[in-house]
Every structure is written in structure tokens, then in C-alpha cells.
């Protein structure tokens, strides 16, 4: 049976990936990942760790791409957290969100100083770019 981008089970199995807590602090960027090839990813959770004390934007996270220079090549807002209490979960809908290979996946806070979450998503490599 030939294998190809979309029936290759690296391309259609969906993996989880826990990527840890999230780097306190106003605009703190916290590297998730780097993947030598094209990904996708899916779904993200997160869990309270530690609360927050801004509402609306400011306690937003979100997911971003760069293209492995400075270029960022995807951006999502992923959650607003608020003041939620610890252990409160979010989890996104399904972003179908690109990170290029050699791409650096990160988290970025809002302007809240003190919040912190655990990440986990779902990835898989992308099928549209991604050789196997």
C-alpha cells in the first residue's frame, strides 16, 4: 500500500504534548517548542496554576509562530483567564494552527503579571507541507 502525506500515520494520528507551565510576568513569552518539520496543532488546554489578578485582555494568552527569524507567521488568541481560581481548565476549539518547520512555537501573556498555566496540546505534522 503507498504511503503519502494523508494516509501516512505520522500525518493523521494526533499526539498530545505537554509543554508545562507558562513564564509568569506582563508579556512574559515562554518558548513551547521548535520542530524541525511542519506541524499542526489542534487543540490546547490549560490549567491554573497560578491566579491571576487582571481581567479581560489582560489576562489573555496567546499562541504564536515565527518562521525561525523573527516573523511571525500565526497568532491565536488562546484563552482569557481573568482572576479564574487554581486548577480552573480551558481548552480552545479546533485551531488548525500552522507552525512552520524550524518554527518556533511560544505562549505570550497579556499584561497580567502573575498568572501562570499549564499547556498541553494536540499536534500532528502537517499535511499540506511536511515531507516524511
Given at each position: 500500500?503507498?504511503?503519502?502525506?494523508?494516509?501516512?500515520?505520522?500525518?493523521?494520528?494526533?499526539?498530545?504534548?505537554?509543554?508545562?507551565?507558562?513564564?509568569?510576568?506582563?508579556?512574559?513569552?515562554s518558548v513551547l517548542a521548535v520542530y524541525p518539520t511542519?506541524?499542526?496543532?489542534r487543540r490546547v488546554s490549560a490549567s491554573i496554576t497560578?491566579?491571576?489578578?487582571?481581567?479581560?485582555?489582560?489576562?489573555?494568552?496567546?499562541?504564536?509562530?515565527?518562521?525561525?527569524?523573527?516573523?511571525?507567521?500565526?497568532?491565536?488568541?488562546?484563552?482569557?483567564?481573568?482572576?479564574?481560581?487554581?486548577?480552573?481548565?480551558?481548552?480552545?476549539?479546533?485551531?488548525?494552527?500552522?507552525?512552520?518547520?524550524?518554527?518556533?512555537?511560544?505562549?505570550?501573556?497579556?499584561?497580567?503579571?502573575?498568572s501562570v498555566v499549564n499547556l498541553t496540546a494536540e499536534?500532528?505534522?502537517?499535511?499540506?507541507?511536511?515531507?516524511?
Amino acid at each position: 500500500m503507498a504511503s503519502a502525506n494523508y494516509d501516512h500515520p505520522s500525518f493523521i494520528t494526533r499526539q498530545m504534548e505537554s509543554f508545562g507551565k507558562t513564564t509568569a510576568g506582563a508579556s512574559g513569552t515562554s518558548v513551547l517548542a521548535v520542530y524541525p518539520t511542519a506541524m499542526r496543532v489542534r487543540r490546547v488546554s490549560a490549567s491554573i496554576t497560578t491566579v491571576g489578578t487582571s481581567s479581560g485582555a489582560g489576562a489573555a494568552l496567546g499562541l504564536y509562530a515565527y518562521d525561525g527569524t523573527t516573523t511571525t507567521t500565526a497568532s491565536a488568541t488562546l484563552f482569557t483567564l481573568g482572576s479564574s481560581t487554581v486548577n480552573t481548565m480551558f481548552t480552545s476549539a479546533d485551531l488548525n494552527f500552522a507552525v512552520p518547520a524550524g518554527g518556533m512555537l511560544f505562549a505570550k501573556n497579556g499584561t497580567d503579571a502573575s498568572s501562570v498555566v499549564n499547556l498541553t496540546a494536540e499536534i500532528h505534522l502537517d499535511p499540506t507541507t511536511a515531507s516524511w
